[in-house]
């Protein structure tokens, strides 16, 4: 929850791919104070069966910069694991997963909430600052 002084943030992905959410998803969360300041990591959560953070920690006072790091690479490996095991004939012979990991990075103000959903699929992401 934000403050008048710290922002939030939440998040959710949607693997476009499926049309569904993407569960179990690791995400972790970083602040900086400033362009040029070091990345503080302040912990993470995992998305749950609605493809959403519900409990990612709060950006100190004074962040400027938050960062959102999505582990992506584990879930696509599982939902290949699971369409080779319905299908053994159709296996890909791809690299397996594209982009292994999302990092979003975006700039914040106190007392604002940020919710940055991810739309995903196995090449390609994009991302937009909801409500």
């Known amino acids: 929850m934000s403050t008048d002084t710290t922002a939030s943030v939440s998040t959710h992905i949607l693997d476009t791919s499926i049309g569904r959410?993407?569960?179990?998803?690791?995400?972790?969360?970083?602040?900086?104070?400033?362009?040029?300041?070091?990345?503080?990591a302040l912990g993470g959560s995992a998305t749950d069966a609605d493809g959403?953070?519900?409990?990612?920690?709060?950006?100190?006072?004074g962040t400027t910069h938050v960062r959102?790091?999505?582990?992506?690479?584990?879930?696509?490996e599982?939902?290949?694991?699971?369409?080779?095991?319905d299908a053994p004939a159709n296996r890909d012979s791809g690299p397996g997963v594209f982009f292994p990991e999302?990092?979003?990075?975006?700039a914040v103000v106190p007392g604002e909430h940020y919710h940055v959903p991810l739309?995903?699929?196995p090449y390609g992401y994009s991302v937009y600052r909801g409500s």
């Open 102 to 106: 999302v990092a979003i990075t975006f």
């Open 68 to 76: 959102l790091d999505f582990a992506v690479e584990p879930y696509f």
């Open 21 to 40: 959410p993407a569960a179990g998803v690791a995400v972790h969360l970083a602040a900086r104070v400033g362009r040029d300041a070091d990345w503080r």
């Open 78 to 85: 599982k939902k290949q694991a699971e369409a080779q095991q």
């Open 119 to 121: 739309l995903l699929n």
């Open 52 to 61: 959403r953070c519900r409990d990612l920690p709060a950006p100190p006072e």
